[in-house]
Every structure is written in C-alpha cells, then in structure tokens.
C-alpha cells in the first residue's frame, strides 16, 4: 500500500530544499552576517510547514481510504487469532499475550477472507480482488494455503476470482469458496509442499455447485460437512445443498434484500442468516421453518456466527455494534460498544470465552486502522485491542 506519509514529506522536504538553495545562490545576508527577521521567520514557519502538513495530508488521505480488516479467526487451539486486512496483510496474533507473533503479506491483494484448518497446520486466505497493479497470470489466484508455524505460502493451485467467504470442511479434506461465480469446491492436499514462484504448478478449477452467473457471499458446512448452506444473489436465497452429490436440496427462503452472512448450528439444527434489512433470522434447517426474527440492529447486518455451545448467536453491524442474542428464545442479551467504524467480522474462540471483532477505526490520533477488539463474551467487556 502507497505510505502517503513519506511521499509528502519527501515531496515537501524537496520543495524546502530547494528554497533553502535559492536563498544560499543569492546570499542574503546582513552587515552582522545574520539572516534578516523577515528570512528567519519564513525558515521556522517553513520547517513548521514541513512538520505538521505531511502528517496531516496523509492522515486525510488514510481517512478518506481506511484500512479495514475484513476477516478474522481462531486456530482451533484457541491460541492463535488470524486478521485478514485491506492492506494486503494477514497478521497472526498471540491471543494470551497479545502479540503480533506474524505479518504474511499478500502484494495487491485484500483479504476478504480467511479459515484456519480443522488440524491448525494451515490457513487459507481469500481475496475480493486487486487492490492496486496488474497481475501475472498466475499472481491472479485469489485463494492461497499458508503454512501457520512459518507464513510461508503452499502449493495450492486455485484460479478463482472474488472471494467473499472461505469453509473447511470438518475432516479438513475440501475448502469451499463463496465467490462471484457461485460456490467452488476444491480438495485440500493432505501434505502441502511450500510454493516455488519460480516454477508453479498449472492453475486448478474447482468443482461449481450452482449456475457459475451467481454470486455467493456467504457459506457453511453442517457439522457432519454433509450440507452446504449459502446466501445467494439475484434474487437473494437462502439454499442448501449435499455436498457429495452436489444436488440442491432445497431453498429455505427468498428475500428482497441482500444476505450477508450464514452459519449453521453447532448441532446442525438451525441456520442463521443476516440481512441487509437490519435483521437476523433463525430457521430450522431439517424442516425449513423460521424460528425466530431477530431486530434490534440500526443499519445492515455483516455477519453472523454462533458460539461453540451453540446457546449465543453473535451478530455485528454497519451500526459499528455487536450484539449477542439468546438462541432458546432469540431475545437479546447485550450489546457490545466500542468501535467507530462498521463491524465488519467476527469469531468465537474454540472454547466460547471469547469473541473477536473487526473493523476500521478511527484512533485517537485521527488514523483509520484496521482494528481487531478481543470481548470477554460472559461479561459483555473488552479484553485488548490489537491495532496496526
């Protein structure tokens, strides 16, 4: 990403420069050998000018284009939280101590997308597209395999543009992809080797479930990783689908709004859909049957996730909120504050304890960062908050 900051204080400190060079040509000087009043005033009011703008150009400038981060996760050992950002990065971050334990960079790509695998040993990062630059051909792939001990980057062949939403399935064997072409299967190699961009392999397609003109922007495995549940475009549905199989089991609703986010149950029983309309819905997924609206949300749902115990359904907002809601009876149990911005992505911890949140924030310092908050879930508070 272009560093605003030191492009203007090299285009300012120049400029400076070069006056400081005319003034030395024409020596202006008085009898005593001193500058006059008039020049040492320009001189402080020009090394002001040379402090304080630069900073505050590019912090408009940040402003007006902020990073956000637009996907995060937890390693299935809970120790390890993943944040895919629009800076072209993905930052692992030690949970108990809150330190930045990696930075993979991704060059030209935002990540829109990320899942950890079910054995923790690799991360698949998804991309919405260029952010800057043109492309190889192969540079052009939108869905990477990371190894999480050494950031490096595995073989993983996958051509696929415009992701939205990565899943693993549970036995670790697929990675399904919510695209701009619909859902796409692809088969997970069970040892990986590390990429050599000198000599990549040739580019895969994956396996398309639906009618390739319709975009997906969100998917889920059941817990047996039998059904796919995904939120369609044009018109929005809600569908399932049988994994082996491929065949379409049945649409659960149509809406007139968008559909941002689903998630299955941690019993496979209910299905949890947030909208663009403000609201959430719980469905039965066996009978398709809406159990519950869920209001209180003041702009567009982003996204939905249940806690691992099934009993918590957490949603965040364009509202910059998140709320967590009682799945028995869908009322609401608190509200979560604390971001400036839209809440873009959220996650639970493996044991529930925790949710993790993100956004782009405005700092004290007026900078827009890419913003992930740690809540503690029993006690509705904030726990640290991991910025950079």
């Known amino acids: 990403m272009l560093n605003w900051y030191a492009l203007f204080e090299f285009a300012i400190l ?45 912090a408009v400038m940040k402003i007006q284009n902020p990073p956000q981060t637009l996907a995060v996760a937890f390693s299935p050992d809970g120790r390890t939280l993943a944040a895919g950002a629009s800076d072209q990065t993905i930052r692992l971050w030690d949970v108990q101590s809150g330190q930045l334990k990696r930075t993979i960079t991704w060059p030209k790509y935002v990540v829109s997308a990320l899942a950890f695998s079910p054995n923790g040993y690799f991360l698949a990062s998804g991309s919405e597209g260029l952010s800057t630059g043109p492309t190889t051909s192969y540079d052009q792939r939108t869905i990477r395999l990371w190894d999480v ?100 089991l049945r649409t659960l609703f149509s809406s007139s709004d968008f559909l941002s986010s689903v998630a299955f149950s941690p019993d496979g029983r209910t299905l949890a859909v947030g909208s663009w309309d403000q609201m959430i819905t719980l469905w039965d997924a066996q009978h398709g049957t809406l159990l519950y609206t869920l209001v209180g949300h003041t702009a567009p749902v982003v996204a939905v996730v249940f806690s691992p115990d099934g009993r918590i359904l957490a949603s965040s907002s364009r509202d910059q909120t998140i709320k967590l809601w009682d799945v028995q009876n869908g009322k609401l149990i608190r509200t979560l504050t604390g971001h400036t911005s ?35 879930v029993q006690r509705g508070s904030q726990v640290r908050t991991f910025t950079g």
């Open 14 to 58: 120049i400029v400076f420069c070069i006056g400081l060079g005319i003034y030395s040509v024409f020596q202006v000087r008085t009898k005593r050998g001193k500058l006059p009043r008039s020049i040492r005033f320009g001189l402080v009011i020009g090394w002001l000018f040379l402090l304080a703008v630069p900073p505050t150009v590019a």
């Open 342 to 376: 839209a809440v873009t992505t959220i996650g639970f911890s493996p044991d529930g304890h925790l949710l993790a949140s993100g956004s782009g924030d405005l700092t004290f310092e007026l900078w827009a960062d890419q913003t992930v908050k740690l809540w503690d």
């Open 149 to 248: 001990a050494t950031g490096q980057e595995l073989v993983f062949p996958c051509e696929m543009d415009q992701v939205w939403a990565l899943a693993f399935r549970p036995d670790g064997s697929v990675l399904v992809a919510a695209t701009q072409h619909g859902i796409v299967l692809f088969d997970v190699p069970s040892d990986p080797q590390p990429l050599d961009v000198n000599h990549p392999p040739p580019l895969l397609l994956g396996h398309h479930f639906i009618d390739p003109n319709i975009a997906v922007r969100s998917v889920a495995f059941s817990p047996d990783g039998r059904m796919l549940a995904a939120a369609s475009d044009q018109p929005p549905t809600l569908d399932l689908w049988d994994v082996a199989t491929g065949k379409h």
